[in-house]
């Protein structure tokens, strides 16, 4: 019945009055750094126990692929396989 009021967009409270944006808010690396000190102080130390993790997880990941001999890494005896991927599943059925 009152199809326009549907499309009647108005600009909410939020989009009227934007938040304004903070004077030159990290263009440099030394601006960035400077935003550090507003990290809260008992968030450091997870971000060293976190950063930690990922390091260790990855200096594991890394040293198995590179020491591991039985670790297969490609495919091998290729030619051995059928040419499709249906052939060799249905001999024995």
Not at 21 to 45: F, G, M, V, Y
Not at 71 to 83: G, H, I, V, Y
């Amino acid at each position: 019945m009152y199809a326009t009021r549907a499309l009647r967009m108005m600009p909410t409270r939020r989009m009227m009055f934007p938040i304004p944006k903070e004077d030159q808010s990290a263009h440099t690396i030394s601006q960035r750094l400077r935003k550090l000190r507003s990290i809260p102080a008992e968030l450091i130390p997870l971000g060293v126990v976190v950063g930690f993790g990922v390091f260790a997880a990855t200096y594991s990941s890394l040293r198995k692929f590179a020491v591991d001999k039985n670790l297969r890494l490609s495919r091998q005896n290729r030619k051995d396989e059928p040419a499709e991927h249906g052939e060799g599943h249905s001999e024995g059925h």
